[in-house]
């Protein structure tokens, strides 16, 4: 989103082809990363590709002021909210 800065990739739960990224790895159930580093490595590179090419994106619901941060709970726990929810500082 133009004008955030402070981290180059986020992905949180993105789904591509059955799998699963969450926070700073992508796995599968089970052990499938330990039993195939190279597969995962391979599948790591390919999401960071898609993102860098804007294949892959997040939307963003909301942006609040971290004063505001009970206002975003609130909006989120209402189910009003579809996609990210930014607080910034």
Request: hydrophobic share 45%; with cysteine; net charge positive.
């Given at each position: 989103?133009?004008?955030?800065?402070?981290?180059?990739?986020?992905?949180?739960?993105?789904?591509?082809?059955?799998w699963?990224?969450?926070?700073?790895?992508?796995?599968?159930?089970?052990?499938?990363i330990k039993?195939?580093?190279?597969?995962?490595?391979?599948?790591?590179?390919?999401?960071?590709?898609?993102?860098?090419q804007?294949?892959?994106?997040?939307?963003?619901?909301?942006?609040?002021?971290?004063?505001?941060?009970?206002?975003?709970?609130?909006?989120?726990?209402?189910?009003?909210v579809?996609?990210?929810?930014?607080?910034r500082?």
């Amino acid at each position: 989103m133009p004008g955030l800065t402070g981290a180059s990739i986020i992905f949180e739960r993105v789904f591509v082809k059955g799998w699963i990224a969450g926070s700073s790895e992508i796995s599968r159930p089970g052990s499938w990363i330990k039993r195939d580093k190279a597969g995962h490595r391979a599948n790591t590179e390919q999401l960071l590709q898609w993102c860098a090419q804007g294949k892959l994106s997040s939307h963003v619901h909301a942006v609040y002021p971290l004063r505001e941060a009970p206002d975003a709970v609130n909006a989120i726990a209402a189910r009003q909210v579809m996609g990210k929810v930014i607080l910034r500082p």
